[in-house]
């Protein structure tokens, strides 16, 4: 694995600064983690991140903590997963705590509203600035554009369960990568 | 019920394929209908608290729930109950990988599944798109916000942070 070392304890703080600060859940996460692993402590390249992300959810279970465990064992060992969970399932942990014995009534505070909606407006942003980057470094060739786009609409238009559109949509740019190829 | 909450959380961590959203018909299903733990009323004030909070939505919800029906105790049962299965999970998959790996060269799946996985991101990006950005303040406070994240890089956490702080003044402000 390429990249510099990292200990168990740097991969909590490193989760747990992801769960705190991110409203919307497992896919909002993605860029937050992103740019920690990738961009700021270089700890692992792009694509080997692509790599934890995309088999965090090729099984069951919350993505975050999926991937924390994926990133934990690969960088630190045993140790290292535990370090990561807990680092991801703390502060939500407390914070759902508090609410749920302090402020029952959390969701109708308008500040909270308002927090809540003008968030999920920077978590749709930075998930689209995450797509763009994406795209940009891994379509090379526009036969794929068709093949992400068709997948993207089944399941945010036709609501098809994400992990077979994952598989099937691998299937197709498996071949048709190589049958591009063979020309 | 501390074990009843354990295992419906469990089985639910165990089935839920595709992070929180799909989870939570599993979770709806475990407590509203199965268990009859809470009416779909009571869930659906939890699941909106859930959502509106930091971190992973099924681990606020398990917490949450969890919480409500047995205390502290319950909470952590719940959430231990929703992690655990990701440890077996997680196990087979990188076994299995490894396997496959002396097999065939998985560097050519792994392509293809990097190529997959964005159209998951997309979509999620769409289905939050959708959903938050419906307004005039939305559109601007989104339009605002790329420039900014393009133009000064920050850390995507202010991104968060200040939209959603755009979004308190806002409503707080304007449009009450």
Do not use: C
Request: aromatic share 14%; no cysteine; net charge positive.
């Amino acid at each position: 694995m390429a990249g510099v070392a990292v200990n168990s304890f740097k991969l909590f703080k490193i989760f747990l600064k992801v769960s705190t600060f991110t409203i919307g859940g497992g896919y909002a996460m993605i860029p937050v983690i992103k740019e920690f692993i990738v961009d700021k402590y270089k700890i692992l390249k792009e694509e080997e991140f692509m790599d934890v992300i995309v088999t965090a959810q090729t099984v069951p279970g919350v993505i975050a903590v999926n991937t924390a465990m994926i990133l934990g064992s690969r960088l630190a060992g045993f140790r290292g997963s535990l370090a990561a969970v807990m680092g991801s399932i703390l502060s939500p942990f407390l914070i759902i705590l508090v609410i749920a014995s302090y402020f029952a009534d959390f969701a109708d505070y308008p500040a909270v509203q308002g927090f809540f909606m003008g968030a999920r407006v920077g978590v749709t942003v930075i998930l689209a600035n995450l797509s763009l980057q994406l795209i940009r470094k891994n379509v090379t060739k526009y036969f794929l554009l068709p093949i992400i786009a068709a997948g993207t609409i089944a399941i945010a238009i036709f609501n098809l369960s994400s992990i077979w559109i994952l598989l099937l949509s691998s299937v197709v740019v498996f071949f048709a990568s190589k049958g591009y190829r063979r020309k | 019920m501390i074990i009843e909450l354990f295992w419906a959380f469990f089985k639910i961590g165990f089935l839920a394929f595709g992070g929180g959203y799909g989870a939570l018909s599993l979770i709806q299903d475990q407590i509203v209908n199965v268990n009859k733990w809470l009416s779909l009323e009571e869930f659906l004030s939890l699941i909106a608290i859930s959502q509106m909070t930091p971190g992973p939505i099924a681990i606020n919800s398990a917490t949450f729930i969890g919480y409500r029906l047995s205390g502290v105790a319950g909470s952590i049962s719940s959430t231990i109950g929703v992690v655990l299965p990701s440890v077996f999970w997680i196990f087979l998959i990188l076994k299995l990988l490894n396997l496959l790996s002396r097999w065939i060269d998985t560097s050519e799946v792994f392509n293809a599944l990097r190529i997959s996985v964005i159209a998951l991101i997309l979509a999620a990006t769409l289905r939050i798109g959708i959903q938050s950005i419906n307004s005039l303040f939305t559109v601007f406070t989104a339009l605002v916000a790329f420039y900014l994240l393009h133009r000064f890089r920050p850390s995507v956490i202010w991104i968060v942070l200040g939209t959603g702080i755009a979004g308190t003044l806002w409503k707080i402000f304007v449009s009450t």
